[in-house]
């Protein structure tokens, strides 16, 4: 029986954004969790910016392989792409003290905080009342979590919106994968961070697993 939610067989409802607007910021993490949400509002006819802003993402080699990915699909779909800074002693000092929180901890919190911050901030510097993240398709994270840092760096400017939709249901965590695969994206077998890699390689470790090795797995 074929599944009405892959992607050869799902009729995309047409999106809007709050409040009527036109154009969207979408911070984007990678491009397989970017893939579905962008071909979503691709098709809606939305006007979409993706901004790229992981400061977290460890180590630089590993960052510029998921934001070639990202900037990839962006071309395709004729998508603007904004290169935020790697900023990333700004992040460890954000997270200093938080090392050792596990996944879906107050590190995890203050690193969404961040992005979101600059994201928001990029939104109002430049015209967009609307911005929306990739982040909450993953399985992998707290949807809550991130729709809570989402509203709270929106709530610093009277103007700015956070598009809370949710990118999971109607099979949409499925399509992610499918078009990951279709796309042969580059898959990346951790978060982002070096204690996601670290707390991954242990847990890998730990049940007889090889290490992760970056940087030569893609979907296909």
Avoid at 51 to 75: A, L, V
Avoid at 97 to 121: I, K, V, W
């Amino acid at each position: 029986m074929s599944n009405p939610f892959s992607v050869d067989n799902y009729s995309r409802p047409k999106l809007e954004l709050p409040n009527g607007e036109q154009k969207l910021l979408l911070h984007s993490c990678c491009a397989p969790c970017a893939g579905e949400i962008m071909e979503a509002v691709a098709i809606s006819n939305i006007e979409t910016t993706v901004f790229f802003y992981n400061p977290n993402i460890h180590p630089q080699e590993e960052y510029e392989i998921r934001k070639d990915e990202n900037k990839r699909f962006c071309e395709k779909l004729g998508f603007n792409f904004i290169d935020a800074d790697y900023d990333k002693d700004n992040w460890f000092e954000r997270i200093k003290g938080l090392e050792n929180e596990p996944e879906r901890g107050a590190r995890c919190t203050q690193c969404f905080d961040m992005r979101f911050e600059r994201s928001a901030l990029y939104a109002k510097e430049n015209g967009f009342k609307v911005y929306a993240t990739t982040l909450g398709i993953s399985r992998w994270k707290d949807m809550d979590q991130i729709n809570s840092s989402g509203e709270k760096a929106a709530n610093r400017y009277d103007e700015i919106k956070y598009w809370d939709f949710n990118w999971r249901k109607k099979g949409g965590a499925a399509r992610m994968i499918e078009i990951s695969k279709r796309e042969q994206f580059y898959q990346q077998e951790y978060c982002g961070c070096v204690y996601s890699l670290r707390d991954t390689n242990k847990w890998r470790q730990a049940n007889n697993k090889d290490r992760i090795i970056r940087g030569i797995k893609f979907y296909n």
